[in-house]
Each structure stands twice: as structure tokens, then as C-alpha cells.
């Protein structure tokens, strides 16, 4: 049996679906379903329970053994500001499962995020020791909440104190596909631009607030959200050592070249119209983002990433452009 949290969430319905898939049913899922229609998101799924957020504590105090907790719940709004409600969720939560894990010996997946590198001027190597860690500064306080807690992590590690015989700190970067739409403004750009194009108006980018970047030409590491699935079945069923990894493609892409991809998808030509950088991102945004995958290619996985043309076109023409936003 394996523990999901954050299941019916993006990335977390994905993985059930993966699950589901490789003939995985004996699943045991944790969210808060809200009011926004994430449970549109299990409609086709297949699992064993489901158990309230505010139950799952209580839950695993006499839950049968786990093959593995993958733990994907957590407040991911990179604009939250509530810091109590946030530590609450990202960290206290965080550590809930993992002392649990530590006991009872089940391999542990948990997310963080490419937030946790800041503005990138540290790199993006998912080195996992507590010197390297505590280089790193993120901008904002979701990312702050996923740092703190790796680096718990790395303290414990480096101390010798227990810890779950497998765990994984997934380093997510800018995923985007399917069963998403519940996330508002969280919402992946391809969602948004598709939808613009859709309605024959322009695309609107941020405008580049820095010399050194024109409008649109910020970078990110873009990943097809089949590919983060992919690589997290292989760590719950493999065995790689234990630590922090990126989970991304490996190659950073311009917003200008998500947005074409976009319209390409659509047959259409691009149109791009480029609007101010928000007051409340300033210095809080990350302009260019890259994965360092030799770390999980030196575990062992060795499958390949989907190009950001043909992920864009996968989730436009099978997805949006045929008004389903759900797997």
C-alpha cells in the first residue's frame, strides 16, 4: 500500500494516474478537496481510501505497513503570505511524515522545489550537504518553507541522526500538463497562453525588468509533467541513494519559445504582447532556471525528457484545444 498526498492536486493526480497505469491501485490518497473542483481531477482514478488532511496524523497511527509515503501536499502558491499557515503545511507537515517514515522504515518521496535556489546565482546543483544548502536563498516565502525543511533533512543526515531507509527530495521546476486547472493563478503559462490564443488575442509575457534580459527572453526549465512522473515511479520502485534530486528537463527555455510552441500547436501564428513586471514579483522573480540532472543520471535513470515543442503540443491538441482539462 503506498500513502499520496496532495492527490488530487497537479502533479499528484498525474502520479495516481501513473500509478493507475502500471497496475497500481492499492493507493491510499490524502488532500483537501475545496471547492475549486479538484475532484474532477480523481474522476477516472482508482485508489483504495481517502483520508482528510486533517485525519492523516491520526490515520497512521494504526495504518497497516506502507510500501511508501510520496508526500506531494503542500501550500505551492508562490505569492502566499501567510507564514504561519505555510509552516504549518510545508514544514510542520513535511516533518510529520518523515519522523513517521523514520519509525516505522518506509521509503519516503517528498517535494520541494527549484524555488528553493533563489534568483540562481548559487547554480541549480541539488548538492544535499548543509554547507551547500545553506548558500542557497530563495525569494519567496513558499520556497523558504521547502529550503528549511531540506536542510533539516541534510542536518539530520550529516549528524547520523535516523532517518527512513530511502528518501527523495524532488526538486520540481516549472511542470506543466494536465489537471491544472483548479491552481487560478498558479497555472501553468501554456494553460494560460492557449486559452488567450484560443480567443484570437496576443499572449501577454512579463516584460523583462533587467538589462540584461529582453522581453521574453526570461529562462526557465519547462517539464512535461509525464516526464516528473516517470522519474518518481522510478525512485519509489528502484533504488538510487537517498538525497535531493532535480526533477526537470535539463534546458532552460525562453517564455517567448513556450508561447510560440503554443501557437504552433495551434496552427496559429505567433502573437505576443509584453505587460509590466507586477510590483509584488519584483525581486522575488527568478529569470533563469535550469535543472543539473547528472546527480539522477548518475543513480541510474536514463530516460530520455520530452522536447518543450512536442510537451506543449501533447497537452494543447490532446488537452485544451479539445476543452478537457483533465486526465
Not at 73 to 93: C, I, K, L, P, W
Not at 113 to 118: E, I, L, R
Not at 253 to 264: C, E, Q
Request: with cysteine.
Amino acid at each position: 500500500m503506498i500513502l499520496l498526498t496532495g492527490a488530487a492536486g497537479f502533479i499528484g493526480s498525474n502520479f495516481l494516474a501513473r500509478l493507475n497505469e502500471a497496475g497500481i491501485t492499492d493507493v491510499v490518497i490524502c488532500d483537501a478537496l475545496g471547492t475549486e473542483g479538484k475532484w474532477r481531477n480523481l474522476r477516472q482514478r482508482e485508489f483504495h481510501d481517502f483520508v482528510p488532511i486533517e485525519k492523516l496524523e491520526a490515520w497512521l497511527a494504526t495504518a497497516p505497513a506502507l510500501e511508501g509515503v510520496v508526500h506531494l501536499g503542500a501550500n505551492s502558491d508562490t505569492t502566499a503570505a501567510d507564514g504561519d499557515e505555510v509552516m504549518d503545511r510545508n514544514f510542520g507537515f513535511s516533518l510529520m511524515l518523515w519522523n513517521h517514515c523514520t519509525r516505522t522504515g518506509t521509503p519516503l518521496l517528498y517535494a520541494s522545489s527549484a524555488a528553493t535556489y533563489g534568483n540562481g546565482d548559487g547554480g541549480f546543483s541539488d548538492q544535499d550537504t548543509p554547507g551547500h544548502l545553506a548558500t542557497l536563498e530563495p525569494l519567496n516565502l513558499y520556497g523558504w518553507s521547502k529550503h528549511i525543511f531540506d536542510r533539516r533533512v541534510a542536518r539530520d543526515v550529516e549528524q547520523g541522526r535516523p532517518t527512513p531507509p530511502r528518501w527523495y527530495g524532488m526538486k520540481f521546476f516549472n511542470v506543466y500538463g494536465p489537471n491544472e486547472y483548479h491552481k487560478a493563478h498558479m497555472r501553468s503559462a501554456v494553460f494560460n497562453v492557449t486559452g488567450t490564443a484560443m480567443k484570437g488575442e496576443a499572449a501577454r509575457l512579463f516584460a523583462s525588468d533587467r538589462p540584461d534580459y529582453v522581453d521574453g527572453g526570461q529562462m526557465r526549465d519547462f517539464v512535461f509533467v509525464d516526464d516528473i512522473c516517470d522519474i518518481m515511479l522510478w525512485l519509489l520502485r528502484g533504488s538510487a541513494p537517498s538525497g535531493l534530486y532535480n526533477l526537470g528537463s535539463g534546458q532552460a527555455r525562453s517564455w517567448d519559445d513556450l508561447a510560440k510552441a503554443v501557437f504552433a500547436a495551434l496552427g496559429q501564428p505567433p502573437a505576443i504582447e509584453y505587460v509590466p513586471m507586477p510590483e509584488t514579483l519584483r525581486g522575488k522573480y527568478q529569470y533563469w532556471t535550469e535543472a543539473d540532472m547528472t546527480k539522477l543520471r548518475r543513480a541510474g535513470y536514463n530516460a530520455s525528457t520530452t522536447s518543450l515543442e512536442e510537451g506543449v503540443a501533447r497537452y494543447v491538441r490532446d488537452f485544451l484545444a479539445k476543452g478537457n482539462r483533465y486526465r
